[in-house]
């Protein structure tokens, strides 16, 4: 069994709408091309997702490629940045640097990265539960990031960010080999640094 985390990829975002609810770009929606282009796709038992709108309309591309339900769980959310809501990019990128070097704090208001990282493990170890067979996560880049961090047993550390919107890595869920490193769906580059946002 293999758990395969995968990021959206790009949105389309809108200040007046909640973050939760932004949904793909066309840019977003043509990269899903590269998702089920995936060898592993085929073999998935099961397809777990975030229930933020875009997590959600990955999630169903993969299950309509594959004849598998979503099942949606909330605790694969993005953490949750509700005390500030929309940030202009610069700000929001100082306020996620501290998210994520001062892990045990609420950093103006936000979630703090360890309980983030709680929620989306256990979150995960429910996803495979049962499930007999490869299991694809649609979650965020942040908390797809703790994910990372806590399967390779090291602290939060923003390096070990994601490359872009849309990527994905791959793990044995018994003992963590084969971890890491994220690998962005159609192989384009990216700024790790602006992705955590969105």
């Keep these: 069994m293999r758990v395969h985390v995968v990021t959206h990829p790009e949105v389309r975002v809108d200040p007046g709408v909640p973050v939760p609810e932004w949904g793909l770009s066309d840019a977003g929606r043509a990269r899903l091309a590269h998702l089920l282009a995936l060898p592993w796709v085929p073999l998935l038992t099961r397809v777990v997702s975030s229930a933020e709108r875009k997590a959600r309309e990955t999630a169903a591309a993969l299950a309509g490629a594959t004849g598998l339900p979503v099942t949606v769980d909330p605790d694969l959310g993005e953490n949750d940045r509700s005390a500030t809501g929309f940030l202009p990019p610069a700000e929001f990128e100082a306020t996620a640097e501290a998210f994520f070097a001062r892990p045990t704090e609420s950093v103006r208001g936000w979630e703090r990265a360890v309980d983030a990282q709680a929620r989306v493990v256990a979150a995960v170890a429910r996803a495979v539960t049962g499930a007999g067979g490869d ?64």
């Design 135 to 198: 299991v694809a996560v649609v979650c965020h880049g942040g908390v797809g990031t703790l994910l990372l961090c806590s399967v390779l047993g090291v602290p939060v550390d923003r390096r070990r960010d994601q490359p872009g919107q849309g990527s994905v890595f791959s793990y044995d869920p018994a003992t963590g080999a084969g971890a890491g490193p994220w690998v962005r769906l159609g192989g384009g580059g990216g700024s790790a640094v602006a992705t955590v946002s969105r």
